[in-house]
C-alpha cells in the first residue's frame, strides 16, 4: 500500500501540523511519499526529507505552484494517484481547497477531517460540529482524506528520504492569486500555541483585547476570538476559534467572556486543560472548563496580569 500525504508550506517553512498528518498516514501503515508543490521550495523539500518513516520526497518547483492555487495542485496530484492508495492533506486551507476537487475528479468521495485511523479503509471523524463522532468506511479504490491535525502527535524529524524532482507543471489557468492579506505578528501561530487566551463578545470592543496581549506575552500565549468579537469587528477573521474558524488544541487555553456555543466548542474542546471567565455563573463554557471563574473580566484580567 502507498500513501501520498501533501507537505503544507509556504515555500521556505513545512508548516508543523504536516509532521501530525504523516502520524495519520504511518496509521494507515504503507508506503508514505510527502509531496511538496510550490516554488523556490527547496528549503521545504529538505526539512520534509528528515520527516519520520517516509520513502521519498516529491518536489514540483515551478511557477504553476508559487500560490498553492487548489486547480493547479488538484491537477497535479492526481496525475500522481495512479501510484497511490490513500492521498492524505491536513484539514487546513490549502488542503480544504484542493482536495475537494482531487476526490471529484476522481470520482470517489472524500473522507473529511478525520481524527482517527481504525484501519486502512475505517476512519474516525467528527459530525455536527463535534457532537458526534462517526466511524466510517470508504468501499472507494482510493481514498481522499483530509486530517485534522490536532488529533495526532507529531512524528520526529530524524529521517532522510529520498528527494525525487518532478517535471510536472500544470497551471490550469483558470485562476490567479491576487493577494495575501496576512496579520503579522509576534506571537505564536494560532494553530501551533501550547497557550491560547481568546476573548468573546464580553470584552465589548477591539481596544479591550489589550487586556489579553499583557497576559499573551507573559504567558507565550497565541491570542484568538470568537465569531461573534470577529462579527463585531473587534479584531481581525483569522483569529476566530471554532467551526468555522480555527481548530486548536492547546496545553491551556483561556475563554474570557465567551459563552461556550457548540460552535467555538468544536474549535477548541480538545485542548489539555481549560479556564473560562464569564460573569454568568450558567455560561456553557464551565461545562467544558477545567477551572471557571465567575467573575467580570475588566477585573480579573488586570489582576491576573499582575500576578503574572
Ligand atoms: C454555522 C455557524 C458557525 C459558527 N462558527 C463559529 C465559530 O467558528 N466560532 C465561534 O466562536 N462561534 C461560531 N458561531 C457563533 C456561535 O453560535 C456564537 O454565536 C458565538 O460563539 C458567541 O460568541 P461569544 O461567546 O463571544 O458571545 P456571547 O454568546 O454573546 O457570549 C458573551 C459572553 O461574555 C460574557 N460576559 C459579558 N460581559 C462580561 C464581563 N464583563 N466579564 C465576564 N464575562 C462577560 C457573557 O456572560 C457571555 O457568556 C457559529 C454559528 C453558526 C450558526
Redesign the pocket.
Known amino acids: 500500500m502507498a500513501i501520498l500525504v501533501y507537505v503544507e508550506h509556504d515555500n521556505s517553512e513545512l508548516k508543523a501540523d504536516t509532521l501530525k498528518t504523516v502520524a495519520a498516514a504511518q496509521a494507515i501503515g504503507g508506503d508514505i511519499d510527502l509531496l511538496v508543490a510550490g516554488e523556490n521550495c527547496q528549503a521545504v523539500a529538505d526539512a520534509a526529507a528528515k520527516v519520520n518513516g517516509v520513502r521519498k520526497v516529491l518536489v514540483a518547483d515551478n511557477a504553476a505552484y508559487t500560490n498553492q492555487l487548489a486547480e493547479n495542485v488538484s491537477a497535479l496530484v492526481v496525475e500522481l494517484a495512479g501510484d497511490y492508495d490513500h492521498i492524505l492533506a491536513t484539514a487546513l486551507s490549502v488542503g480544504k481547497n484542493f482536495m475537494p476537487r482531487v476526490a471529484a475528479l476522481l470520482d470517489v468521495a472524500q473522507v473529511s477531517d478525520i481524527i482517527g485511523v481504525e484501519s486502512a479503509d475505517t476512519f474516525v471523524r467528527p459530525i455536527y460540529?463535534g457532537n458526534a463522532i462517526a466511524t466510517v468506511q470508504s468501499l472507494d479504490a482510493k481514498k481522499v482524506i483530509t486530517v485534522r491535525a490536532t488529533a495526532f502527535d507529531a512524528v520526529a524529524t530524524d529521517g532522510s528520504a529520498e528527494v525525487v524532482a518532478l517535471s510536472n507543471a500544470t497551471d490550469a489557468g483558470i485562476s490567479a492569486h491576487v493577494s495575501d492579506e496576512l496579520t503579522e505578528s509576534e506571537r505564536p501561530d494560532l494553530g501551533a500555541a501550547s497557550v491560547v487566551i481568546?476573548?468573546?463578545?464580553?470584552?465589548?470592543n477591539g481596544d479591550n483585547f489589550k487586556l489579553l496581549e499583557g497576559i499573551a506575552d507573559k504567558l507565550g500565549a497565541a491570542i484568538g476570538?470568537?465569531?461573534?468579537?470577529?462579527?463585531a469587528g473587534f479584531v481581525p477573521n483569522d483569529m476566530?476559534?471554532?467551526?468555522?474558524?480555527?481548530i486548536v488544541a492547546p496545553d491551556l487555553y483561556i475563554?474570557?467572556?465567551?459563552?461556550?456555543?457548540?460552535?467555538?466548542l468544536?474549535?477548541m474542546k480538545d485542548s489539555k486543560i481549560i479556564v473560562a471567565?464569564?460573569?454568568?455563573p450558567e455560561?456553557?463554557?464551565f461545562q467544558v472548563a477545567d477551572y471557571g471563574l465567575v467573575?467580570?473580566?475588566?477585573?480579573?484580567l488586570p489582576e491576573l496580569e499582575s500576578k503574572l
Do not use: Y
Not at 277 to 280: A, F, H, P
Open positions: 460540529a481568546s476573548g468573546g463578545r464580553g470584552m465589548q476570538a470568537s465569531r461573534a468579537a470577529v462579527d476566530q476559534v471554532g467551526q468555522t474558524g480555527k475563554a474570557v467572556g465567551i459563552s461556550g456555543a457548540i460552535q467555538h468544536a474549535g471567565i464569564n460573569k454568568d455560561a456553557p463554557i467573575a467580570d473580566l475588566f477585573d480579573t
